[in-house]
């Protein structure tokens, strides 16, 4: 080691990353199944504002409506304020938060048509009990609070500089993103997304790598297995079940790291520069082990201005509760819409029938219409499903809906309101080629177990 830390420096690293390992990546048992303490932060807070959060979240998609379109007027000023950060944006998200302002305004004072003040499209998103932009906020503010204790205090670098023989050959990405994808499999695909956003806007992933990690590995936590299974009846094959998403979970993570669009994606920084080739080698007079705890304190010790830190974590916050829920209630609205009101992701799920009906899928027809559906709610697939009389057919659908991973009312919302390097119709052929692969196989797994 070539450089003498002082012990408090350590200390940073050692107890501040533990807490961070425990808050983010520790399941612990509770009455509604396994959850992550940062999880169960937020459902308590959830708890005690449900009386007036929808109207919060309703204030907030004004103001940031309102702050991006004055944004379009007012011109650049070189150094970037916190105004900047949170409203200059350009006018298709500028659109994106006006039409948030609508669909929260119609739903709320239910004005307007049914298909927009509905519970399964607005409501779903904005119910102040258990709806996902209202329980957005309270994780929003959490992640963003402590999600530093997994990215400021050495813990990314300790365990990068072990992991990249293991992350960078199989799966094309940096040894760091081994803690994303843990926080993701263990905890939930949102945080992993928003610990990935946060480490390609710092410039540690290229856009390829950021791509790759938030589409790739940002799994549903393990609790909403257990709802899908629920939905479906079985929830006494829950091994088998997930035991299939890892399986195919991890073939699909071989493969799409080396086709489009993934493969595609530049390898550049955030700001277009290129990063260093030799940037995870192993340095004379270092090993991985050496390097890491290294590298750990290394980026402990700059962070030793815990103040700083905090308000850089409430600034967080703030980006996050202006830029991301009003994109998550624009396109996820969007998307349930065209999911319970039209027939177009049935006919989109067409042209699945005869693949279905070949791999000797009982009830093809109506498993068909599920393949596409994922696509706007991750639930939607296992509701449609639920009356389907073949354990087969329905394990197979609910294996499906879960190893898909992009959906609009989630995960595929919360992409689009970060800076990762991902666009909608890059979310939707991703998820059609995570579709396409995986019926194979998951149709061979539900054979053999049925």
């Not at 004005?111 to 906020?137: A, Q």
């Not at 201005?305 to 509760?321: D, H, R, S, T």
């Not at 057919?393 to 959906?407: C, M």
Request: charged share 15%.
């Amino acid at each position: 080691m070539t450089k003498k830390f002082p012990s408090y420096t350590w200390f940073l690293f050692i107890f501040l990353s533990l807490v961070g390992i425990f808050l983010f990546i520790t399941p612990v048992n509770t009455a509604d199944g396994l959850k992550v303490p940062v999880a169960l932060l937020a459902n308590a807070l959830s708890a005690n504002v449900v009386s007036f959060i929808h109207w919060f979240a309703w204030i907030v998609f004004i103001i940031a409506a309102i702050g991006s379109v004055i944004a379009q007027f007012i011109p650049v000023k070189e150094q970037r304020t916190l105004f900047d950060s949170l409203f200059r944006v350009n006018w298709f998200w500028t659109i994106m938060r006006i039409l948030a302002v609508i669909f929260a305004t119609m739903y709320l004072f239910q004005i307007g048509p049914e298909i927009f003040t509905s519970e399964n499209t607005s409501g779903l998103l904005l119910t102040p009990d258990g709806g996902l932009v209202t329980m957005m906020f309270s994780l929003f503010l959490f992640a963003g609070l402590l999600l530093p204790l997994l990215t400021d205090f050495g813990l990314l670098e300790f365990f990068g500089s072990m992991m990249v023989k293991i992350m960078r050959p199989l799966f094309k990405i940096p040894g760091r993103s081994a803690i994303d994808c843990l926080a993701s499999w263990v905890g939930d695909g949102t945080i992993g997304v928003l610990l990935t956003s946060k480490q390609y806007e710092e410039g540690n992933y290229t856009a390829r790598e950021a791509a790759t990690i938030a589409t790739t590995f940002s799994v549903v936590s393990i609790t909403f297995c257990f709802v899908v299974l629920e939905t479906v009846d079985l929830n006494h094959y829950f091994l088998q079940f997930y035991g299939s998403v890892i399986f195919v979970g991890l073939i699909l993570a071989l493969i799409m790291p080396r086709i489009f669009p993934l493969s595609r994606k530049p390898d550049t920084n955030i700001d277009g520069s290129i990063p260093d080739d030799k940037r995870e080698d192993v340095p004379k007079g270092f090993n991985a082990f050496s390097l890491g705890l290294h590298n750990a304190l290394s980026k402990a010790d700059s962070n030793k201005n815990l103040g700083k830190v905090i308000g850089a974590g409430f600034k967080n916050v703030l980006e996050m509760w202006f830029a991301i829920t009003p994109v998550i209630m624009a396109f996820g609205t969007i998307a349930l819409v065209l999911a319970e009101y039209t027939s177009f992701f049935k006919i989109l799920g067409m042209p699945f029938e005869p693949i279905l009906a070949a791999l000797q899928i009982p009830f093809a027809d109506q498993a068909a219409q599920t393949m596409i559906v994922g696509f706007a709610d991750m639930l939607l697939p296992s509701v449609l499903g639920s009356g389907i009389e073949s354990d087969l057919t329905r394990f197979f659908i609910a294996t499906v809906s879960v190893t898909q991973l992009i959906y609009m009312s989630e995960v595929g919302g919360l992409i689009l309101g970060t800076k990762l390097p991902l666009k909608i119709w890059d979310l939707f052929l991703i998820f059609l080629i995570r579709t396409i692969i995986s019926i194979p196989i998951i149709a061979v797994i539900a054979h053999i177990l049925f």
